[in-house]
């Protein structure tokens, strides 16, 4: 089982920036495929971003291209999201999650999820 704990998150001004971090312990973080989540107010949890288990490979979601950027550190057993010219619909918590059991990083099924941590962008 591996626990995660998100930090980084704020309040920031449109066109801000901010860095998530999301820290895991537990089992080898490197069999891991981590992906980053949002909920807004009134909404369902939604995908954002996701990095293979090598760090190789990135996936994200359209809304977010180009202005965020997941990436992770093995040996430090962390995987962040370095969020760029952000938008007051971006305004979610988001929540890291862990999988070892696909491999496919489109694949939108986590086994393990952190608390989350708020996300506030004012206009």
């Known amino acids: 089982q591996v626990q995660l704990v998100e930090s980084g998150g704020g309040l920031v001004q449109a066109g801000g920036s901010l860095r998530l971090s999301c820290a895991a312990s537990?089992?080898?973080?490197?069999?891991?495929?981590m992906g980053w989540f949002r909920q807004a107010p009134g909404k369902e949890r939604s995908f954002v971003a996701a990095?293979?288990?090598?760090?190789?490979?990135?996936y994200y979601t359209d809304s977010v291209k180009g202005r965020f950027t997941i990436s992770r550190d093995n040996a430090k057993n962390t995987v962040y999201l370095q969020m760029n010219s952000l938008k007051p619909e971006d305004t979610a918590v988001y929540y890291c999650?862990?999988?070892?059991?696909?491999?496919?990083?489109?694949?939108?099924?986590?086994?393990?999820w952190g608390q989350g941590t708020q996300v506030t962008v004012s206009s």
């Open positions: 990095i293979s288990r090598s760090g190789e490979s990135t």
């Open positions: 999650a862990a999988d070892s059991l696909f491999a496919t990083i489109a694949t939108m099924t986590y086994e393990y």
């Open positions: 537990g089992r080898t973080f490197s069999s891991y495929r």
